[in-house]
């Protein structure tokens, strides 16, 4: 029992301290490990599984709406990224650059990707030549570089995973349609498949991505009441195609620019959904994304028959992601680990369960116990795993819509956020002078201008003057 207990105290409880709680369970997951290149992490089997789940699932669905898979180099020269004015301005403070190769000093400095519009762009100009050539709808899923200056596992490190797709069109309307298309189906995949619910709207100019026309983001919220980005749509219109003279010649025999556009989803989300679902007994996996979904730990299995039996339910559940724990640890201490790895079912049978030709199913998500028999088990685990998504997702929407505040006034936006962590919905003009006010008075930042506008009140939370928009504000990741 020791043993058990030591594992439990090892987390910080979420209420106690949320940033070492969450550190907590990063590493007792064993979902990553520090590296001694300062500010990378390296990503343990835990980990990279979770992530291997998520990038099989959007790959799938990608391909779905006609999207290739491509790969560029990791290395921009320093003119290439110049190209485009704004975008290299967005990104200089976080560029991380190459200055010799070999022995030698290179003729051009070369920045290791922090994104690779220009890349993919400089491709574009030479490969896209007539309206037959287009759509050009490709993703790349890579490792980029930013050199940030503080760092957490997953949610912001120097080097991280992600895709990024980057498409070019004959008209603004596809690109526009593309740009909406690809946020809705990052929005699908954390509901659907993470039950993490999301906010879809889009960014304000001050928040979009440097050198994009119109941004669009899905937002989701964490237990300790702060934001997170958790993917991002973007529609360049034609302004990197006019910057890299990116033309094709159209069915009307004039020579016409292309419309761009890129969208990106990174391992971030494995620190969201250890934030969304976590507890405090360790990481709670939706049963869509975990690696194992199903833990079977035998009971007395020195004793014959026991283990024989325990596998024979593995065969049972086969069209599960399941695993036997035939360890020699004991079942508390095997009982804990699966807990802290946040496998969503847990099969426990012994010696007395065989005699009754039962099983004791675990839910890790409300540690309910439920008996089943043997003949029914792989239907019951079936059905037990889509409402462990469900209660899940409602649980993290319940969440989110409580912790979910509407503010008319500065006043009273400045006592929620506060006093009470999570979204602020309020009013405003349209003016950055009152975003800017905001972050600097209230300490928040807008997450997005939602697709579902609510009339909150006639005039802006900050300035009191008209109001254009309703916008969810928050402090976030």
């Known amino acids: 029992m020791a043993k058990e207990k030591k594992m439990v105290e090892a987390i910080t409880s979420m209420d106690e301290d949320f940033a070492q709680w969450y550190t907590d369970i990063v590493k007792k997951a064993e979902l990553s490990d520090y590296s001694s290149v300062k500010g990378c992490m390296i990503i343990k089997p835990a980990g990279y599984a979770i992530w291997e789940n998520i990038r099989n699932e959007l790959d799938k669905r990608f391909k779905a709406t006609g999207v290739e898979n491509v790969y560029l180099p990791m290395f921009i020269p320093e003119s290439l990224l110049e190209k485009e004015k704004d975008h290299v301005e967005g990104f200089a403070p976080e560029v991380a650059w190459v200055t010799q190769g070999g022995l030698e000093p290179l003729q051009e400095r070369m920045c290791v990707r922090p994104t690779s519009e220009t890349l993919f762009c400089d491709f574009y100009a030479h490969d896209v030549h007539s309206y037959r050539d287009l759509p050009r709808n490709y993703n790349q899923w890579a490792s980029v570089v930013r050199w940030e200056k503080t760092t957490r596992p997953f949610l912001r490190s120097r080097e991280f995973l992600w895709q990024e797709g980057h498409t070019a069109h004959a008209t603004a309307e596809e690109a526009q349609e593309r740009t909406e298309m690809m946020l809705n189906v990052y929005a699908d995949l954390c509901e659907d498949f993470l039950a993490i619910p999301v906010i879809r709207g889009r960014k304000t100019d001050k928040e979009k991505f440097a050198g994009a026309e119109a941004t669009y983001t899905i937002e989701s919220l964490m237990h300790d009441g702060k934001a997170l980005q958790s993917g991002t749509s973007h529609n360049f219109g034609d302004g990197f195609a006019k910057a890299f003279n990116i033309q094709y010649l159209d ?82 201490w095997k009982f804990s680990e699966s807990e802290m790895r946040g496998i969503p079912v847990r099969v426990e049978i012994g010696p007395r369960d065989i005699a009754e030709n039962q099983a004791v199913l675990v839910r890790r998500d409300t540690h309910e116990k439920i008996t089943v028999s043997l003949d ?48 602020i919905k309020a009013m405003w003009c349209g003016n950055q002078e009152c975003e800017d006010k905001l972050k600097e008075v209230v300490g928040v930042t807008s997450r997005c201008i939602p697709f579902n506008q609510e009339h909150l009140a006639d005039t802006c939370v900050c300035c009191g003057k008209p109001a254009t928009k309703m916008v969810y504000w928050g402090k976030a990741y």
């Open 376 to 423: 029914e088990i792989a239907a019951k685990v079936g059905e037990l795993l889509e409402t462990i998504h469900h209660d899940m997702f409602e649980r993290a929407k319940a969440h989110r819509d409580s912790h979910t505040y509407v503010a008319t006034t500065l006043d009273e936006m400045k006592e929620i956020a506060e006093n009470k962590p999570g979204f």
């Open 251 to 332: 069915k009307d025999n004039k020579l016409k620019y292309v419309h761009q556009t890129s969208w990106g989803m990174t391992t971030r989300m494995v620190g969201a959904i250890i934030m969304v679902h976590g507890d405090n007994n360790g990481l709670v996996l939706p049963p869509k994304v975990a690696p194992t979904q199903v833990m079977i730990v035998p009971i007395q299995q020195a004793k014959e028959g026991v283990l024989d039996k325990a596998f024979e339910v593995k065969e049972v559940l086969s069209n599960f992601r399941v695993k036997v724990d035939d360890s020699d640890k004991s079942p508390g």
